[in-house]
């Protein structure tokens, strides 16, 4: 089984930095890619950052500038510093993770992480 397990959400005020941690672990063959998502209650789910296992990133145009993805291979780890926070930001974000089981297996699976609460307010 896969896991995985979001840390570092809280409350902070506007202007604050937060900085996110995703720990996968289980029988993992390789991680293909892996992103911070969140969501607002009523809302879809919406993009944030997302990295490859080289290192390639994708932001948000509403993130990009402000937050900074990045990954550890080693520790199968993804975390997300968010600077520069706004209200707007207050939302649940939930890691993501495309990962190969095993080397037998020809697609990837979708994992999802339990969602960490990050509130901006003063």
């Known amino acids: 089984q896969v896991q995985l397990v979001e840390s570092g959400g809280g409350l902070v005020q506007p202007g604050g930095s937060l900085r996110l941690s995703c720990a996968a672990s289980?029988?993992?063959?390789?991680?293909?890619?892996m992103a911070w998502y969140r969501q607002v209650q009523g809302k879809e789910r919406e993009l944030v950052a997302v990295?490859?296992?080289?290192?390639?990133?994708t932001y948000a145009d509403s993130m990009r500038g402000r937050f900074t993805i990045s990954r550890d291979n080693a520790k199968n780890t993804v975390y997300l510093q968010m600077n520069s926070l706004k209200p707007e930001d207050t939302a649940v974000y939930y890691c993501?993770?495309?990962?190969?089981?095993?080397?037998?297996?020809?697609?990837?699976?979708?994992?999802w992480g339990q969602g960490t609460q990050v509130t901006i307010s003063s």
């Open positions: 993501n993770a495309v990962l190969y089981l095993t080397s037998h297996v020809l697609l990837p699976t979708n994992y």
């Open positions: 289980g029988n993992i063959f390789r991680i293909v890619l």
């Open positions: 990295i490859s296992s080289s290192g390639t990133t």
